[in-house]
């Protein structure tokens, strides 16, 4: 059995900063890619941002230059730091990770439960 268990969500004033955390346990052999996607209410879900187990990074335009994602493979753990948020960026937050699981060494794709973030005024 694997988890991914999301934390750090909550309520924040535009302009404002949060840092989400998820992280992997389980039956885990490595963990590939990693990545964080959003949906608002009526909307479908959307990439926000990735990251490979090397580092590369990747981010949706609409966040690029306030949001840093970021990973810890010792601690099965990838980051995601926001800055200055905006009322758009309201959204249930989900973290994703392409995991090769023990004993089958397969790899397959895991996400969280999930965690609000709801930027207002």
């Known amino acids: 059995q694997v988890q991914l268990v999301e934390s750090g969500g909550g309520l924040v004033q535009p302009g404002g900063s949060l840092r989400l955390s998820c992280a992997a346990s389980g039956s885990i052999f490595s963990i590939n890619d990693m990545g964080w996607y959003r949906q608002a209410p009526g909307q479908q879900r959307e990439l926000v941002a990735g990251?490979?187990?090397?580092?590369?990074?990747n981010y949706a335009d609409s966040v690029k230059g306030r949001f840093t994602i970021s990973r810890d493979n010792a601690k099965k753990t990838v980051y995601l730091q926001m800055n200055s948020l905006k009322v758009e960026d309201t959204a249930s937050y989900y973290c994703n990770a392409d995991i090769r699981t023990i004993p089958t060494y397969r790899t397959y794709a895991y996400w969280g439960q999930g965690t609000q973030v709801t930027v207002s005024s």
């Open positions: 990251i490979t187990r090397g580092g590369s990074t």
